[in-house]
């Protein structure tokens, strides 16, 4: 392995100082190592909210890894612009002989990295990258010959089957934290600076940062065995809620395979198979990058969808006169989370019941929620949408109220978000609009007044969903 007398190890959606692949192989390889992060403005510029609680989220969790890494003997330059300039200019002016970083595995990601890797050689600075954000990743577990999965259960078989304690070690960065380097003096840009503004993402119950992803790991676990049980009744304190920080690596995904894979129990199984679908759709965007904006399946990359914008802003508004899908939407536009049933409810929705294009509903998500994942976000609607690998059949459409009475029977969850229904019966609660007007009025709720109807019959919009599918599958 190549020594190097310095190097810069490039911060992005790993945050945190433990467990940290690029981090120790740069320290295990350089007699001092720097550490860096950009807030790009390529990604920064596009969002279209200046109170964005993923931006907050970032910068809290830089301003704790900041501190961390002070700690540790080292300090973090935080810089400002775009990633494919300010790389390789810290590069040049620490003067380090390599530029070390954890693998991306999105294509405008992917073409980024590619450039800075040109820039960086230009200049004669090596740039490595490291395996860090999943357990197995691009080639490593295919099939028999030598082909990507395209369906989810062989590949959980052969993924199980190839797993050892080996690929679940973690990466001991404390064992060369004397090779860390005291950057030079540097300001941490504020909130301000960076053109955004404070949310409510502490309010919300969701921590930022390594500690934050601690305290939340922490009381999951004392709860992980009964996963399998709770974790489809959004009423209930059954996941774990550590999405956001998966996305932004504020903890280890190794360190959270390893939990389920020792407690090995029932609920331990399930949580492990979530993180395994995880590992699946980033090897599915790294085989086929196209389904960004296409369809996995050809056969549907040619729906008939009516996609009528009325209905659209309904769903977005929460305004469909469906107890759940209203509770879902106000639970993603007032908290940037959504419960990961109600996202595969309220997708199918939006594209069986609506008939919408599902990229339409996927831009949504992208938009508001915290943990958006590209890779897990495209593979999510997808699936719903039965335009993707292993996706459910086109024929399977989610009954709204059938999905309510069974996940949220006392409509607890809907109760929450939907206050204008709490004084209904929970026989009613899931389709108000049974209730007669004497009964709507001991509610305390007027269906087409103070809760809208129906906007669609879901027996009619069904039948119209199979009806565009099978015109794709004919087409």
Avoid at 187 to 205: D, S, Y
Avoid at 252 to 269: N, P, T, W
Avoid at 453 to 474: E, F, M, S
Wanted: charged content about 25%; overall charge positive; hydrophobic content about 40%.
């Amino acid at each position: 392995m190549t020594q190097y007398d310095s190097a810069l190890v490039w911060l992005r959606r790993d945050l945190r100082a433990h467990d940290h692949a690029a981090l120790y192989t740069a320290l295990k390889t350089s007699r001092r190592v720097f550490c860096g992060f950009v807030f790009d403005t390529e990604i920064l510029d596009k969002l279209p909210a200046r109170n964005d609680r993923r931006v907050e989220f970032i910068w809290r969790s830089i301003v704790e890894l900041r501190q961390v890494l002070e700690g540790l003997g080292g300090g973090l330059i935080v810089r400002h612009g775009r990633a494919c300039d300010e790389i390789p200019r810290l590069a040049a002016q620490l003067k380090v002989e390599a530029v070390f970083a954890n693998h991306d595995y999105e294509p405008a990601m992917v073409a980024r990295d590619r450039h800075v890797e040109r820039m960086l050689r230009e200049s004669g600075t090596a740039f490595l990258t490291c395996k860090d954000q999943v357990i197995f990743e691009k080639d490593e577990v295919l099939t028999r010959s030598g082909r990507p999965f395209a369906v989810f259960t062989p590949y959980k078989k052969t993924w199980l089957g190839k797993l050892e304690p080996f690929f679940l070690r973690p990466y001991p960065v404390e064992k060369y934290r004397q090779r860390l380097a005291w950057p030079p003096a540097a300001t941490l840009p504020t909130l301000a600076e960076l053109g955004f503004e404070k949310t409510n993402l502490l309010e919300l119950g969701l921590p930022p940062g390594m500690s934050g992803a601690r305290k939340l790991f922490g009381e999951f676990k004392a709860r992980m065995a009964l996963y399998h049980e709770r974790r489809d009744f959004p009423a209930l304190a059954g996941t774990s809620r550590l999405s956001v920080h998966l996305r932004f690596g504020t903890i280890s995904v190794r360190e959270l395979a390893r939990a389920a894979y020792i407690e090995a129990g029932r609920g331990a199984q399930a949580w492990l198979n979530e993180l395994i679908w995880r590992d699946f759709y980033f090897m599915i965007l790294h085989h086929y990058p196209q389904v960004v904006t296409q369809a996995f399946r050809p056969e549907y990359g040619a729906l008939q969808f009516p996609n009528d914008k009325k209905l659209f802003a309904a769903w977005c508004g929460a305004r469909t006169g469906y107890p759940l899908i209203d509770a879902a939407m106000r639970q993603i536009n007032q908290t940037g989370y959504m419960h990961n049933r109600l996202r595969m409810v309220a997708a199918s929705f939006l594209v069986k019941d609506l008939h919408i294009d599902w990229r339409w509903g996927e831009r949504y998500f992208a938009r508001h929620l915290n943990d958006f994942d590209l890779a897990a976000n495209n593979g999510g609607w997808q699936w719903a949408a039965s335009t993707g690998c292993d996706a459910q059949p086109y024929f399977r459409i989610f009954n709204p109220v059938t999905q309510s009475q069974k996940f949220d029977p006392r409509g607890e969850f809907i109760r929450k978000y939907v206050p204008e229904l709490a004084g209904c019966d929970d026989k009613f609660i899931h389709a108000p609009w049974l209730m007669t007007l004497e009964q709507q009025k001991k509610a305390g709720v007027t269906i087409g007044k103070d809760y809208p109807a129906p906007i669609v019959d879901h027996a009619a919009a069904r039948r119209r969903a199979l009806a565009i599918y099978r015109g794709a599958k004919k087409g």
